[in-house]
Structures are given as structure tokens and as C-alpha cells.
């Protein structure tokens, strides 16, 4: 009963986390946002205090039941370990008991408890659970759901719907994509062979609920009056915690799955609050009882489907980029990313210190921006973390979504009206890319479309007022929204672009 809980409330939390990452439409976080900010490390960046002592309470009485229910990553280990243990009884994987690693355990930690306190959330975004879930989530099944959802406008209105996947912008999230994929192999690799490996050495949160679990109230513990040393439980363990010679439990590793419950056949293991095991001799037979554990065998043939299929899928991504054609007459040039002094991050953010210091580079953000402005950046200091650029589109000012779903507190809650008066950046116009300038034409694009009017049009000569018009930014109007970048129809690069503020200021 206790197995069938667990299951069912870790499917449950799965599935609608990762429908807060593929949900384009971002309705689901009206009914689901809550459960993206009950997730550790947000919390505890965002100073939530209330889900941080909730946490560490549950922990404390029940054990690390967040890593077997609450983590998707923890989760998503599960599932690739029961995909496993579906192969046919011969080929059935099967565990043992192994030694804790508590010096790696702690190195890791003690790594990125330095790096998010030096601000270096590239180092701090590989290791968090929640974090490197959301990258797999965003990139890997959001673009196969999207697609799913959208076949029909994909095929019809490919052009006007996916035009802003030029080289240029797919090269630059090229990096996350990688990283999202070796995260995810990295991370099934070891759930293949060894369960929750990742959990138990790696992860920094599970190290710190490992801490607080060995105290928890209520703990699996084995009576052995009844056990018979089978070593079915341990074999059936995925934290590969228990130690069925000594009766022993490691519960600093122990995520309450309750699996080795169900297998023990004569009832000697339960869940309940924790008493010390008694003491039973062992004979020397039993000592020196040969383990009758598989040796486990290397399977090529699915290594070998697994890396052709990927290399399958990236072959696809590539082609699908290629560029567009208009009406077969002519190939519409790529808009080129301007090279930017200052990167810029959405409204909410606060500062570009702020942002950095608590953005765990989840990509909820990034999968719910309904106009493709935010992407992950490719800068080391920052690698993953959002940031705004318009080359597919423009913030709008009637949309605050990223400031709704964000978990840590990076992007802060702000209504619409209050970030129509939040600058973010400030337009830059460059006479060398304007066409009134290199072709003689009239355009005035920038100025027709800035919903604040911070742009006009003045005459290029100012002796002669009928000459061609270029544009002037008025920078205490301008909040950096993108319109004029984004709508600019100069190619390759816009004659207007956005640069960052560093500091955000309402005006």
C-alpha cells in the first residue's frame, strides 16, 4: 500500500512538472506553478522560508521522501530503472550493496555551495536536480510536443510560424541542447546500471536531505528475528543502501521508494518510526555463504540504438533549419545576433547581479515566453541562464509571464501595468545599417511600431527638411522592450538594437 502511495503521488508531481515545461500556452501554471516552487534549491534561493522549513520538517519525519516524490529528476531515474527491470527475468537488472561515498558526497556540495555563493550559476545549474530536469524537459520534449500540437500549422504556416529559427539563433542555444542531452544520457546511463547513483553521489540536494534523513522519524528498518539473509531486498534496492549480512540500512541514501518492502517474502522489512535493530549472531555458513548476484553484462546493441538515435534526431533539428525561401524567388537573409555590451534580462529581474545570483537556469522562463525573446545564454559566467534577445520577436508589454512562473525569485512578480515602466535596456541606432542611409528608401519601421513613442523620425539633413528621415531614441522613454530591433527590416544586422541596463529603474 505504502509502494502504491508513493507511486502514485511521484507520477502525479512528474507529470505536471514537466507539463510546466512543454505547456507553450502557460495556462498550466495557473493550477501548477506551486509545485515548480516547492522544488529545494528554488526555494531556497527565492528565501521562500516557509517551503524550505516544510521541507526540511518532511524530511525529518518521514526521510527523503522529496527525492522519491517531490524531484522530477529523482523520478525520472525511477522510471528509466523500471524500464530496465522490464527486459525479461534472465536479463533482469539487479543491485547490491555498496559503500557510501561521502567524501565525493561532500566535495560536490561543498562545490556548489561556492559557486552559488560566488555567483557562478553555470557550475551550480549542472548540478541541481531541479535545474537539469527543466533543460531536459525544455529541450528535448517541449519541441516534440510543440510539434505534436502544432503538425498541421508546422506544414502550413512553417514560414511565418518557425522563420525565427535562423542558423544564427539555433547555433546559439546549440550549447544547452548539447548539455541537455548529456545530462540526460549521463543521467539514464547511470540510472541503467546503478539506480540512483546521480542521487547518492552527485547531487547536492540529496547530499543535504541525506544529512537530515538519518534523523528522520519515521524509517525503514529490518527485524531480524525474521529475516533469512535472501538478500532480496538488497537486490531490489536502487540506492543500494541496504546491507542484508549486518541488517544494516544506510539512511542518509534511503529515498523511501519502498520497493525492498514488497520483496522481502517473509515480512522482516516495514516503515515506520525507527527503532534500534537487536543484535543477532551469524553462523559461520551464513558468513561465508557465497553471493549468488548476476554479474551484469554490457549491453551494445541499445548503447548502439541510443547514440544512432540521437544522432538521428540532431541530423533532423539541422535540416529543419535550413533557410527559407520566398515564393522560390529569393533566400531571405538571416537576422544576425548584434553583439551586445550589455546583456539584457527580463523585467522582474531587478539587476543583472540579482538575476545571476538566483537563476538556477531551470528554462521555465524560457518555455513559457510566448514571443521567443528569452534563450539561454552561451557565456561562461552565465552558461544556461536566460537572457532576453529579439531576434524572433519582442517583449511584448501586455505579457509578464517569465515573472509569474519563476521558482527562485530571479524574475520577480510584476504586473503588466508595472512593467510597462520598467527599462530594461535602451535602443542604440547605427547609421551604417539603416536603410534610409545604404539603399535611399523611406522606412520609419522603428518609430511606427515603439509602444512608447521613444523613437522619431528627423530629417538625415538637417539644412534640408525634406530629405530622407532617420530615426532618434529618446532613452528616458525607451524601456528596452525590442520593437524596433526586432521589426527593423535591415539585414543582417538591424540599424537599431537593444543594449542591457544593468540595473532596472521604473520611470
Known amino acids: 500500500m505504502l509502494k502504491k502511495i508513493r507511486l502514485t503521488l511521484a507520477i502525479l508531481f512528474f507529470a505536471a512538472i514537466t507539463l ?16 515548480a516552487k516547492i522544488q529545494f534549491l528554488p526555494a531556497v534561493l527565492a528565501l521562500n522560508v516557509g517551503v524550505i522549513v516544510a521541507l526540511v520538517a518532511l524530511t525529518l519525519i518521514f526521510g527523503r521522501i522529496y527525492c522519491s516524490v517531490i524531484c522530477p529528476l529523482g523520478v525520472m531515474q525511477d522510471v528509466i530503472t523500471w524500464i530496465n527491470s522490464k527486459r525479461g527475468k534472465k536479463q533482469k537488472r539487479r543491485f547490491s550493496y555498496s559503500p557510501a561515498k561521502s567524501l565525493l558526497r561532500y566535495v560536490v556540495l561543498a562545490l556548489f555551495v561556492v559557486a552559488l555563493v560566488a555567483g557562478i550559476g553555470s557550475v551550480a545549474a549542472l548540478l ?37 529559427y535562423t542558423t544564427d539563433v539555433w547555433l546559439k542555444s546549440l550549447p544547452t541542447f ?18 540512483r547513483t546521480y542521487c547518492n553521489t552527485i547531487c547536492p540536494v540529496g ?23 535472501c538478500s532480496l531486498c538488497s537486490r531490489q534496492c536502487k540506492a543500494s543502501c541496504i546491507d542484508y549480512k549486518n541488517h544494516a540500512i544506510d539512511y542518509s541514501r534511503c529515498v523511501d521508494c519502498m520497493d525492498c518492502i514488497g520483496s522481502c517474502e517473509f515480512g522482516a522489512i516495514s516503515y515506520g518510526i525507527a527503532r ?81 545570483q538566483h537563476c538556477t537556469a531551470c528554462q521555465l522562463c524560457v518555455s513559457v515566453c510566448p514571443n521567443g525573446v528569452l534563450r539561454p545564454s552561451t557565456d561562461l559566467t552565465r552558461l544556461m541562464q536566460p537572457e532576453v534577445s529579439y531576434e524572433r520577436g519582442y517583449c511584448r508589454p501586455e505579457c509578464n509571464k517569465c515573472s509569474q512562473v519563476c521558482p527562485a525569485g530571479a524574475i520577480r512578480p510584476v504586473t503588466v501595468a508595472e512593467k510597462s515602466a520598467i527599462h530594461i535596456g535602451h535602443a542604440v541606432w547605427t547609421g551604417k545599417n539603416c536603410i534610409p542611409l545604404t539603399d535611399g528608401q523611406e522606412c520609419g519601421n522603428c518609430a511606427r511600431h515603439c509602444p512608447t513613442g521613444a523613437i522619431i523620425m528627423v530629417p538625415s539633413d538637417k539644412s534640408n527638411p525634406d530629405s530622407l528621415k532617420i530615426p532618434i531614441v529618446n532613452e528616458e522613454r525607451c524601456i528596452g522592450c525590442g520593437a524596433c530591433e526586432n521589426l527593423c527590416p535591415a539585414r543582417p544586422f538591424s540599424a537599431i538594437h537593444v543594449e542591457g541596463n544593468e540595473v532596472h529603474f521604473e520611470q
Not at 212 to 229: A, E, G, P, Q
Not at 329 to 337: M, P, W
Open 20 to 35: 510546466l515545461f512543454v505547456d507553450f500556452t502557460g495556462t498550466a501554471h495557473a493550477w501548477l506553478g506551486w509545485m
Open 128 to 164: 541541481a536536480p531541479y535545474s537539469s530536469y527543466g533543460r531536459i524537459a525544455n529541450n528535448l520534449l517541449a519541441p516534440v510536443y510543440g510539434w505534436g500540437n502544432n503538425l498541421l500549422a508546422y506544414f502550413a504556416e512553417r514560414a511565418d510560424s518557425y522563420a525565427f
Open 178 to 195: 548539447i548539455i541537455a542531452i548529456a545530462t540526460f544520457i549521463i543521467i539514464a546511463a547511470l540510472a541503467w546500471r546503478n539506480g
Open 207 to 229: 547530499t543535504v536531505l541525506g544529512f537530515l534523513s538519518k534523523y528522520s522519524l519515521f524509517k525503514i528498518s529490518i527485524d531480524t528475528d525474521k529475516c533469512r539473509n
Open 276 to 356: 534500534k535493530p537487536k543484535a543477532k549472531e551469524t553462523n559461520q555458513a551464513d558468513a561465508k555463504q557465497p553471493s549468488n548476484e548476476p554479474v551484469p553484462q554490457t549491453d551494445t546493441s541499445r548503447r548502439t540504438f541510443i547514440v544512432t538515435a540521437i544522432a538521428t534526431a540532431t541530423a533532423a533539428t539541422l535540416k529543419s533549419q535550413e533557410k527559407i525561401v520566398d515564393g522560390g524567388l529569393a533566400v531571405i537573409e538571416d537576422k544576425q545576433i548584434p553583439d551586445r555590451r550589455t546583456h539584457i534580462e527580463p523585467p522582474g529581474a531587478v539587476s543583472l547581479k540579482h538575476f545571476a
